[in-house]
C-alpha cells in the first residue's frame, strides 16, 4: 500500500491506464483501489464483479444503454461556446452540458446504466445512497424506468439542503431513508446503505453513485460515465476545431471528473484539472479538499486519499455543495494525481457562487454549486493561460440549489433606468 | 506458544469442562475512558477470550448499539494508541486472550509493523478486521503473523462451500462463524436453519468456530454451543455497559 | 369576425393553412387573430413585423438561431418510447422531450429566437410576462445569453405557486415584477407588461411567451417552436418506423401544441388533440378551456376564443398548473379548431395529477403538471383505440411544481416488504 | 346634423368664446352604481363632451386610478347595457354631447348593430376604443356612422407623420391626441415638447384635436389649451369621485 511512486513507474502505469488495463484484476489503479468489504458482502461482489464481465461490453447490454442514453437520458448531451464568458475570461470556453441530461446532472448515464444492469443481475430491489440528491433522483427515475423498487439512503444535513431533489425522489416513487447517524451527510448515507446491503446481499443491487467505494464500482461507474468524455472528445474537434488546451471539472466522489477525464488521458498534450471543495478554509474539517488535502487510507471499501485524523478516524467535512461534501474521493483519481496526469486543485465557497453568478450572468445557464467549483478555477488557470481553449465540464444544473443560493441574494444584473 | 494460539487453546480449555466459550466484546473505552480497564478486567473474568472494539469513525457492519458506542468512544479521546497505552499501564495481566476487533483505516494509520509489536506485547492475540476479506489482508497478515499475532477470519451464512474451506484453513485463534447476513446488533433473533449451517462450518473447520452476531441471552448461547465451540457476545453486552450494569453479572448469567 | 365556417371554406382554408400561407397579411387565421393594440404600440408592432419579415428567415438569422438551439438548448430533444406505459395504456407511447431542452421547457425555443430578434431590433431591454414561470426562466436566461436586461412581470399568485422559478429567474439575474392586481395570474401579467410596453415602445422589446397575443405574435412563436413538431416528425419516422395515428400537446396559450401541431398539419390522417385545463368543473371560472367551453371574443390584441361572461368582461379561470391558467388561447388554434383539423378537449386537475404521479411511476419522467393534461386525455383515448401509435408533447418537467406537488402526497411505489 | 357632428360643434362653441373645451372622462357607477346619472349631469354641467368609460376586465392602457374603478364597477354591477338602460331612463336631456370610452370586447360582445342604435337613441355620438387600430376598426366604424355615430381615432407623440395624417382624417367629432407614450394616470407631468407635438397635430387635422392623458390641474388645461382645442380629464376627475368630492366643483377650477 505504498503510495510512493518513481517517475518511470509512473510512466508506465499511465501507459496502462490509457491501453484500459486499469483497474487489474485485483481492481487497483497502481496502489490505489481494492475491495475492502465485510465478507458477508463478497458473493454479493464476486456476482457483481462477473455480471460486469458478461454483459458490460455485450452487444445486448451496450446496445439497450446506448438507447436508453440516446432515447431517454437526451444524449448527446450539447457542447454549448461560451462567447461571453469567453470575452470576460481572455480564453475560448466551451461547456459539456450534463445539466442538459435527464433529472439534470451527469448521475443518470451511471444510474440507468447500473439499474439495467440490476435487471439483467435479477435483483428485487435497488438501493442508492446520495449526498445532492441528483444521484437519488437519478436512481429513482431509472429504477421507475426499469421497473424496480428503490430506497435512497441520504443524511439528514442534506435532505435539508437539497429539499427539492427529495421531493422528486418521492414523486419518481422512490423511498427516501433519512440518515440520522455520522455525519449525516453524504459519507454517513452510503455507511447506512452498505448496512442495508449486508443484510439482503443477494436480493438487493446497491446503485453507487459515484466513482467511489469497493472495486468494481470505481470501474464500473468510470465505464458508464466516460459517455461524457467520448461526447465532449468528438464535439470539441468538430465544433472547436480542437482539442482544448486544459479541461476542468469538478471533483466530489469523482465521477463526473473520470467521466471527462478518461477517453482525454491520452490526449498528453491536455491539461487535467480536478477542482475539490475548498470550502471556508484549509483546515481539516473546513473543506472537502480530499486529493488536494488529504492523506492515504481505506474508506467504505476503497484504499484511496481520504480526510482523516492521525488516528485513522475519518473527518467531517464542510462544502456549501452537497455533492461534493465528502471525506472520499475515487481511487482512480488518487491514482492519477499521483502518477501526475491530473492535477487536483481546492475553491472555496465563496469562489464557487461567485462563478456561478457570473456563468448566469453571462451564458444564462445556472448551474449546480458542485459544478460551479470547476468554473471558479477555471477562471483563475484563464488568468495564466490566455488565448487558450478550455473544457468545463458542466455537471448539472443549480435547481436543486435554491434553498442553498437564497441564503445568498443575487445581485441582479438589470442595471438600466427603468 | 504463539500469541494466536493461546485463543483456541483457551477456547478448547472451555470446551473440554463441556462449557460453551464465551467471548464478550466490548468497545474500548466506553461508556468511560477511565473505566476501561476494570470494565476489561470484569469481562475478562467471566470471557475465555475478550474481544476489544477500536471505535471508528464509520463502522458501516455495525448496529446501532455499536456505532454510539464507537462514536462516543472517539469523542472520549479513545484511540488505538491509548488502548495500547491502557493495557500497558494495566500491567498485563489478565489472563483471557484478547483479541482487537477494529476496521482496518485506523490499523493501517498506526503502521502495521508498530502494530504487531505492540498487540503481541499487550496480549493482543489476534485482529478481526470486519472490513477486510481475505483477499486484500497479506500485507497486515504476514506482518501480524511474523510477531505471532493472528488474523480470524469471518465466514456467513453467504460463503460459499470452497471459499468457506479456504476461510477456515487461513484463519487463526478461532473462525468466526457470523450467524446472520446483517449488520451487528439485530433483535430478530437467531435463524432457523442456524444449526444446520454452524454444524456445516464446524465440520469444515480445524479450528475451533465460534458463532457471533445476534447472541443475546442464555438460551441464545446454549442454542449455539450445541453448534460450535463459543459464542461471540456483543451489542447486548455494550447495551448492559451502557445502562451501567454489571458486566460480570451479565456474563454470568449467560452461562 | 365571424367564426361560422361551411365546410367548403374549411377546405381551403386548412389547404391554405398547410401551404404556410397563414396568417394572412392582415395577421388573419380565417376569421381568428388580428392585431387589437393600443395606438401607441403601432408603430412598434410594425417595426417588429417588419424586423421578421427582414430577419426571421434570412440566412443569417437562421444560422444564429438554429446554433443556439442546438448548442446552448441542447436541440434536438430526444424522442423516448415509452414501454411500460405503452403496456398500461395498450397503445405504443411516444414522448418528444421538450423538457430536455435548457431551462426545462419548450418556452426557452421562443425566448431564445426573439432574444436574438430583439438584439436584431436593437432592444435595450426585455421585458416578458410569465405563468408558471417557465417563460420567465426563459426569459431571463436568453437575456443572460444575448446580453439584454430582463424584467419579468409576474401574478402574485403565480409567484406563490412556482416558487422555484421565481429563485431561477432572480438568479438568471432577470428583475421580477410582481402583478398584483386583476386575477393576479397570467392575464394580469400580460396587461401589465402591455402597460409598460405602452411606456416605452421604442427602448422595449416584449417577448411574449405563447402563441397569443397581437400579430405578429401567433406567426413568430409559431415559427419559433415549430422546431418541435419538426424534429418529431423526422423522429417518429426513424425510430418509431412511421407518423403517429394521433399527437396530443397540452394548451395553454397553445404554443408547445402549435409547435408540435403546425408540422403535422398536412399529416391529415394523423388526429391532433389540444388538451386544455378541465380544472375543477365545466363552469365558467372552474377551469380554463377555452376552446372546449369559451366563445369568440379580443383579448390582449387578438380575436379568439376566450372565456368571458356575456358582457364581454374576461373571466377568472381556475388551473392546477399555472402555466393553463388563462382565459384565452392562441387564435390559430381558435381557427384550426374551426375548421375541425385540431380537437380541443379538458381534463381536469385530478386527472392531471394521476397522469403525473403514472408517468413518473413507469417510465421515470416527473413531467410539469401543465404537460401532465396531455398525458391525461391520451390515456382515454387509448382505451377506445387500442394498438395504436400515439406521440405526446411533453412540454416541459415537473420540478417547478413541487410546491404546488407537495399538497398532493405521492403514493410511493415500493411496495415490497423490506 | 349627424350625432357626431355635435361633438365638434361642442368643442367649437366652447373654442369660439376664447375658452379651452373641457372633456371629463368618468367611469360609468363609479363609485356608487345609484349615483351614475346624479354624477354625469354634474360633470356634463361643466364638460363640454362627456366621456363614459365603460369598465372592463382588461384594462390594458389604463393605470391604476381608471383599473381600479374599473374593476369596481364590475363587481357593482356596471355592464354596457345597464348604462344604456340608465341613460334611457335618466330621459334623454343631458345637452353636453356623450363619447363612450371602451375596450373592443364588451362592444363586440353586445353586437355592433344593436349598439349603433342604442347609442344614437341615448346621446352617445362616438366612441373611442383604445385598443382597436384604425386597420381593425372597418366593421364597427362602418355599422356606427350608418348610424350616425362616430369612431374617434387617437394620436400619440410615436405616430409617423403620414400615419397621423390618415388618423386625423377618419377620425369623428374630435381627434384624439394622447399627450405622452404611456398608460392613463401618469403623475409625470407633461412633456416639454407638447406644444410641438400638439402644433403639429393640430395643424395636420381638420377636425378639432383634444388632447389627453397626464392633464390634472388648471395650468396643464391651460398649457395644453395654448395648442390644442380641447382637454380631456381622467383619472384625476376619477379621483375626485373615489374621494367623493363634487366633481362639477373639481371641474370649473380647471376652467
Ligand atoms: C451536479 C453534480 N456535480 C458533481 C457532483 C459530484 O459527484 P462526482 O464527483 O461523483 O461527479 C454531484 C454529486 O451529487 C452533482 O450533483
Ligand atoms: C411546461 C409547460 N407546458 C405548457 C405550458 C403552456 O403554454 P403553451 O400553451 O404556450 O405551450 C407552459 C406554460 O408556462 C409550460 O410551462
Redesign the interface.
Known sequence: ?KALIDAEEAKKLLAASIAGELPDE?GRFGPFG???????L???FQRLEKGIAEHLHSGAFQAAYRSEL??????P?????AP?LSEKWGVEVWIK?E????T?AHKINNAIGQALLAKQLGA??IIAETGAGQHGVAS??????V?L???VYMGAVDIERQA?NV??M??????VFPVE??DKTL?AA??EA??EW?????GIYYLLGSAVGAHPYPYLVRELQSVIGEEARAQMVE?AGGLPHAAFACVGGGSNAIGLFYPLLGDTQIELIGVEAGGTGDKLGQNAATLATGTP?????SYSM?L?D??????ETHSISAGLDYSGVGPEHAFLQTIGRVTYVAVNDNEALEA??EL???????TALETAHAYGYAKKWAQDNPGKRILIGNSGR??KD?PT??QY??R?????A? | MLPYERISHAIGDSTAKGNTALIPFMTAGYPEPEAFIDTLRAVASVGDVVEIGVPFSDPMADGMTIQRSSFSAIENGVTLNWIFEQLEQSGNDIESPLVMMSYLNPLLAFGYDKLAKRARDTGVCAFIVPDLPFEESEEIRLTLEAHGVGLIQLVTPATPDNRLKMLSEVSRGFLYAVTITGITGGHSGLPNDLADYLDKVSSVSSLPVCAGFGIRSAADVINVGRHAAGAIVGSALVEVLEREEDPATFLRNLR
Request: hydrophobic content about 35%; charged content about 25%.
Open positions: 500500500m485485483r481494492g475491495q475492502y468489504v465485510p465478507e458477508t463478497m458473493p454479493a440516446r432515447t431517454w437520458v437526451g444524449r448531451t450539447a457542447l454549448t461556446h461571453r452540458r445539466d442538459l441530461a435527464h439534470g428485487k430491489r429513482a427515475a431509472a429504477c421507475a424506468r421497473n423498487p428503490c430506497r427539492p421531493d422528486r418521492h414523486r419518481l416513487g422512490a423511498e447517524t455520522g459519507r452510503i455507511d452498505l448496512r449486508v443484510s439482503d446481499p443477494a465544433s487510507g481505506v474508506l467504505q471499501g481520504i482523516q492521525t488516528d485513522g478516524n475519518v473527518q456561478l453568478e448566469c450572468e453571462t451564458e444564462g445557464i445556472l443549480g435547481d435554491m443560493l437564497r441574494p443575487a441582479t444584473k438589470v442595471n438600466v427603468i
